[in-house]
């Protein structure tokens, strides 16, 4: 099945910093997603992107299918963005979607 | 408003107590699924269903059933629930068709407690 890698796997952030988080998939998908966990476990969606690139807001993805990695780019980071962040993929499996790891973000006032 | 409900959303219980989990779409979702999250497993899948009457075996099966009656509803069914089975529980669904790429909309999730 595919695997999934996200780094890094925790980061801290003062308030008001930009960051970059990296999910790597190990073969061709139909489906990649960006997901926040916030503190009482509710999955957020943040983007369904299985390639190109969105934005929303302060986020913003890209997804490059061809070399296997997503990014989802937080900008002007708030306190409110801690929690952790998945990527997920699905291949051509019959909707089945992979979670990585996680990155745990702590943003700090 | 599109969702995927589930109910209950905190649950605490004794080993051996048959329990369901219920889960309910309402954008005519074929494919529906489950997952668990465990710390240090991340999330994992337990069964999905392609559509009614369709079910199939995930990651993660053991001690676990599922039926697919109705199109909106997959209810998780723990006939005798062990502590091993303490967890936070997902529903998702999706459009559904196979090799075809669709955003999976999940559901707010359960936090199971087996004593």
């Known amino acids: 099945g595919i695997q999934v890698e996200q780094s890094p796997p925790d980061l801290i952030l003062q308030e008001g910093a930009n960051s970059t988080l990296r999910c790597n998939f190990s073969?061709?998908?139909?489906?990649l997603q960006w997901f926040h966990q916030n503190p009482w476990g509710q999955l957020i969606n943040l983007f369904y992107?299985?390639?190109g690139t969105k934005q929303n807001g302060r986020l913003s993805a890209t997804t490059v299918a061809t070399e296997r990695y997503s990014l989802l780019y937080i900008s002007s980071s708030q306190t409110t963005d801690s929690g952790v962040y998945f990527c997920?993929?699905?291949?051509?499996?019959?909707?089945?979607?992979?979670f990585g790891q996680g990155t745990i973000l702590t943003v700090h006032p | 408003e599109a969702q995927v409900t589930q109910n209950p959303r905190y649950l605490i219980t004794v080993t051996g107590k048959k329990l369901t989990v219920t889960c309910s779409q309402n954008?005519?979702?074929?494919?529906m699924s489950w997952y668990r999250q465990d710390p240090g497993l991340g999330l994992r899948q337990i069964y999905y269903?392609?559509?009614?009457?369709?079910?199939d075996k995930g990651d993660v099966p053991e001690g676990y059933k599922v039926s697919r009656k109705e199109k909106r509803n997959f209810p998780l069914i723990l006939e005798s629930p062990s502590p091993n089975q303490t967890s936070l529980y997902f529903c998702?669904?999706?459009?559904?068709?196979?090799?075809?790429?669709?955003?999976?909309?999940f559901g707010p999730g359960t936090r199971l407690t087996v004593t």
């Open positions: 269903s392609m559509n009614v009457e369709v079910t």
């Open positions: 073969d061709s998908v139909n489906n």
């Open positions: 954008m005519n979702h074929e494919y």
């Open positions: 992107i299985p390639s």
């Open positions: 998702a669904s999706r459009q559904g068709r196979r090799g075809v790429g669709y955003e999976q909309y």
């Open positions: 997920t993929a699905g291949g051509t499996s019959y909707g089945k979607l992979t």
